[in-house]
């Protein structure tokens, strides 16, 4: 079993920057692809990033590309997304997720491990 827990939501102003971490604990996840989606309540949860077991691919939905990077730390077991130039239309709960397969995927069905959630409110 495989546990997330997400960190470094807030209330930040547009046009400004936020970090999210991910971190997973309860069995390796060195060879699980990762990503992070987001979902309000009036939308079904939406794909923002994922990046594979490496590290070496990423992915992003085409409302955050150009802002926000996803990353991994060294020992592979932390996903991070580094989100600049914030927009109010970025306000929702993110959720960090993980498929034990080494390829990443952008639709929230092929994840099979979910963390809790952390809010990010972007204010206009």
């Known amino acids: 079993q495989v546990q997330l827990v997400e960190s470094g939501g807030g209330l930040v102003q547009a046009g400004g920057s936020l970090r999210l971490s991910c971190a997973a604990s309860?069995?390796?996840?060195?060879?699980?692809?990762m990503g992070w989606f987001r979902q309000t309540p009036e939308k079904e949860r939406e794909f923002v990033a994922s990046?594979?077991?490496?590290?070496?691919?990423?992915y992003y939905s085409d409302s955050v590309k150009g802002r926000f990077t996803i990353s991994r730390g060294n020992a592979k077991n932390t996903v991070y997304l580094q989100m600049n130039r914030l927009k109010p239309e970025d306000t929702a709960i993110y959720y960090c997720?993980?498929?034990?397969?080494?390829?990443?995927?952008?639709?929230?069905?092929?994840?099979?491990?979910w963390g809790q959630g952390t809010q990010v409110t972007v204010s206009s």
């Open positions: 309860g069995r390796t996840t060195g060879d699980y692809a």
């Open positions: 997720a993980a498929r034990p397969y080494m390829d990443a995927h952008t639709h929230p069905r092929y994840y099979n491990y």
């Open positions: 990046i594979n077991w490496s590290g070496a691919s990423t």
